[in-house]
């Protein structure tokens, strides 16, 4: 096998390399919109639900969140919250959307989509 030719595979693996890295680039990227619904009797439980969600998106009603996670972080959301309830008296509902589901979405009255605006790095 001559030099080109050596030179041309490794060109076609550092191309796929980069392919697959853009790949898992996007991946990280990517979020997935959930609605996240609470209720507890216990306002001790409640109010830590209300922080462990305050990271994750908008509070859009008084135990409703609209969150855009990435799906790597769903489930250490997921065990936060199981941590955190009484699994006979509380009450997590968690409601993933795909983007189809999303734009058929509909909001009444004063309610409003609440979606992080992209940015620029320059």
Not at 78 to 94: N, S, W
């Amino acid at each position: 096998m001559g030099k080109k030719q050596q030179q041309g595979q490794s060109a076609a693996t550092v191309a796929d390399d980069l392919a697959q890295a853009g790949v898992a680039a996007a991946e990280r990227r990517r979020r997935q919109w959930v609605v996240i619904s609470y209720d507890s009797p216990d306002d001790k439980r409640r109010t830590k639900v209300l922080k462990a969600l305050e990271g994750y998106g908008e509070r859009v009603q008084y135990s409703v969140f609209e969150c855009e996670v990435r799906p790597a972080d769903l489930p250490r959301l997921r065990e936060r919250l199981e941590r955190l309830l009484q699994a006979d008296e509380d009450d997590i509902r968690l409601y993933s959307l795909c983007e189809n589901c999303l734009q058929k979405a509909l909001w009444l009255g004063k309610a409003k989509a609440h979606r992080p605006e992209g940015f620029s790095v320059v």
